[in-house]
């Protein structure tokens, strides 16, 4: 364990004495997330859904963290905050892994993981190698029972903890009205995407925020050289990636726009082991996979879905495969992505959110494990600064170079 973390730990424990004496305020549920600084997403419509509910107090506590001093001291002091907010809500729902909540979670309070992707195609959390182990969550939403046991592995809990609820925000993406409005107004705003095709780069990250976070390879003037006149490249990286691809009448770098927008919009979309595939597949869109490091991110991450087997379009390692492949398509496609989006969610509607608001009603009604007891926080059942190297048990770790391009056709 790092000295960060012991001056932190030693810090959390000396907040918990003082704040010894605080007990959950009945009906209380506060939102925690580190990754925004206003609701958006998940968030936002399981918030308007319990407002018009009316039956809980809500709190916040939203920032967004930087990886540097400033933004490490930032961080250390929403800790310290967090405690006794968490002390006093009766719920608490996350949309990310929490340092405070996986080390001292306090014995009255619940949490709910909301999570911030539809599915999980790379091992994550507890299932690799990170700075410390996650838990203490009582709920995690997902899409499928496909998710129950990596969910399992990566949150540290049960399978029936696993609530297959579908995301609040897929109601979104599904609202025809709705993403034809915020289409018209990306129109306007880009007036060189009209009467294109729009091909859709949307890849994640590859290392982790311990060692550094860099995009994939990838030249998107190769790309576009290989495309037919009526298609322009618009690319959407990762959050946590700052890059931009080179600029010209043939592609565009929107990663500061709406990523559901741009899905709408597109005609196809490239990915790699992003969890986007996933709400993708809802669209019944042509897919390609552009993944050149498959094998070598199978053995150092891991993948928690056969990726060859299930991935719903065809398979590339070049950017002159990928172009090929957007213009060839067949009737066995359409077979694939229903296969695949059939397989990877069980509600394809838009009562996801009224799901979601249902299950945290009954997380509110029901009593709290010990909550007759103190204040204080739960003894950490795992150690804290332990870094996991291995695999878990049963991950996919598909790697078999001859089949990347099965679904060529």
Avoid at 160 to 189: F, Y
Avoid at 281 to 289: E, H, V
Avoid at 383 to 388: A, D, F, T
Wanted: glycine share 4%.
């Amino acid at each position: 364990m790092g000295l960060k973390k012991l001056i932190l730990n030693f810090c959390l424990r000396i907040v918990d004495l003082l704040t010894f004496w605080i007990q959950p305020e009945p009906g209380t549920i506060t939102f925690i997330s580190l990754t925004h600084n206003r609701l958006s997403s998940d968030f936002a419509l399981i918030d308007e859904q319990l407002k018009k509910d009316g039956r809980w107090k809500i709190n916040y506590d939203l920032m967004v963290f930087r990886k540097n001093l400033w933004g490490d001291f930032l961080y250390f002091l929403n800790c310290l905050r967090q405690l006794p907010e968490i002390k006093r809500s009766q719920l608490v729902i996350l949309n990310d892994n929490n340092y405070v909540i996986s080390h001292m979670k306090p014995r009255h309070t619940k949490v709910l993981q909301v999570w911030h992707a539809c599915g999980a195609v790379k091992q994550f959390g507890n299932q690799i190698r990170r700075q410390y182990s996650v838990g203490n969550y009582d709920a995690v939403l997902a899409c499928s029972p496909v998710w129950k046991k990596p969910y399992s592995e990566a949150f540290a809990m049960s399978e029936n903890q696993v609530k297959i609820t579908g995301c609040p925000r897929l109601d979104t993406l599904l609202d025809e009205s709705a993403m034809k409005k915020r289409s018209a107004r990306l129109l306007k705003k880009y007036p060189q995407l009209r009467d294109r095709k729009i091909l859709l780069y949307a890849p994640t990250f590859r290392g982790n925020i311990m060692d550094g976070m860099y995009p994939a390879p990838f030249s998107a003037q190769k790309l576009t050289d290989c495309l037919p006149e009526d298609w322009i490249l618009v690319s959407k990286y990762h959050p946590l990636l700052r890059h931009s691809i080179e600029i010209d009448d043939r592609s565009l770098d929107l990663s500061g726009e709406d990523l559901y927008t741009l899905m709408w919009m597109s005609s196809a979309m490239v990915s790699d082991f992003s969890s986007v595939i996933f709400d993708y597949s809802l669209l019944m869109k042509p897919m390609i996979a552009y993944v050149p490091d498959l094998e070598e991110y199978a053995q150092t991450i891991g993948l928690n879905i056969p990726y060859l087997k299930d991935f719903p379009g065809p398979v590339t390692v070049t950017e002159e495969e990928i172009a090929e492949a957007v213009q060839v398509t067949s009737p066995e496609d359409i077979t694939r992505r229903r296969k695949f989006r059939d397989k990877y969610f069980t509600h394809i509607d838009r009562n996801n959110t009224r799901r979601v608001v249902q299950l945290i009603d009954d997380m509110m009604e029901q009593p709290a494990q010990d909550a007759a007891d103190s204040g204080g926080c739960h003894p950490v059942p795992f150690s804290v600064g332990h870094e996991r190297t291995e695999k878990a048990p049963g991950s996919c770790t598909e790697t078999e170079s001859g089949r990347r391009m099965r679904n060529r056709t």
